[in-house]
């Protein structure tokens, strides 16, 4: 069982091989129209995520999932799977873990062990960034330590900071050290 976590802050590393990789992203519940990254990723399969959401399709509330396959789109064979983060008030470390552990339990149902995550947008969502984001970390080491599979994650994320995002990964590989996780830093 390995973890390896790419880090990139920039969109620019999608149409670099990683086409065929599905995105993993989050919408908060009534937050529309889409920012940061998951509003770059609605433009780039021309709106689907928004059309879904203004058809009633998908609501963002807690546990809503949504996997668009998008053949006939911008992106041709490109997958994105959208979940629910409920409420944007009164995000916690709890309930995004929650919420996290659902989403990598519909991943692992589809067998998906590669994947593009895009991290909530955590500003102004009436929590602290750092413990939330340490509730991300615990949730994505807790899936990936299950088992013999390998996994491989590409992180993009506009809200938190780099160090941050390493810490919390680091500080969850105390709580499961038998994973083997390995963090691989873009190159300017």
Same mark, same amino acid.
């Given at each position: 069982?390995?973890?390896?976590?790419? &880090?990139?802050?920039?969109? %620019? +590393? #999608?149409?670099?091989? /990683?086409?065929?990789?599905? =995105?993993?992203?989050? @919408?908060?519940?009534?937050?529309?129209?889409?920012?940061?990254?998951?509003?770059?990723?609605?433009?780039?399969?021309?709106?689907?995520?928004?059309?879904?959401?203004?058809?009633?399709?998908?609501?963002?509330?807690?546990?809503?999932?949504?996997?668009?396959?998008?053949?006939?789109?911008?992106?041709?064979?490109?997958?994105?799977?959208?979940?629910?983060?409920?409420?944007?008030?009164?995000?916690?470390?709890?309930? &995004?873990?929650?919420?996290? %552990? +659902? #989403?990598?339990?519909? /991943?692992?149902?589809?067998? =998906?062990?590669?994947? @593009?995550?895009?991290?909530?947008?955590?500003?102004?969502?009436?929590?602290?960034?750092?413990?939330?984001?340490?509730?991300?970390?615990?949730?994505?080491?807790?899936?990936?330590?299950?088992?013999?599979?390998?996994?491989?994650?590409?992180?993009?994320?506009?809200?938190?900071?780099?160090?941050?995002?390493?810490?919390?990964?680091?500080?969850?590989?105390?709580?499961?050290?038998?994973?083997?996780?390995?963090?691989?830093?873009?190159?300017?």
């Amino acid at each position: 069982m390995s973890v390896e976590i790419n &880090l990139d802050t920039s969109f %620019d +590393g #999608l149409s670099d091989g /990683l086409q065929e990789v599905p =995105i993993v992203m989050g @919408v908060f519940e009534g937050h529309v129209p889409l920012h940061g990254y998951t509003g770059v990723i609605d433009w780039e399969v021309c709106g689907e995520v928004s059309r879904m959401i203004a058809s009633g399709r998908f609501s963002g509330n807690e546990g809503d999932r949504l996997l668009l396959r998008l053949t006939e789109s911008c992106h041709p064979e490109r997958k994105v799977l959208v979940y629910g983060l409920g409420s944007r008030k009164g995000l916690s470390r709890g309930r &995004l873990s929650s919420v996290t %552990d +659902g #989403l990598f339990s519909t /991943l692992a149902g589809l067998s =998906i062990r590669s994947f @593009v995550y895009v991290l909530p947008p955590l500003y102004d969502a009436g929590s602290d960034i750092r413990e939330t984001l340490d509730g991300i970390a615990l949730s994505v080491m807790k899936f990936t330590s299950q088992g013999e599979a390998e996994y491989k994650l590409w992180l993009l994320w506009d809200s938190v900071s780099h160090s941050d995002i390493i810490s919390s990964f680091k500080d969850a590989m105390g709580v499961f050290p038998e994973a083997s996780l390995s963090i691989i830093e873009k190159e300017d």
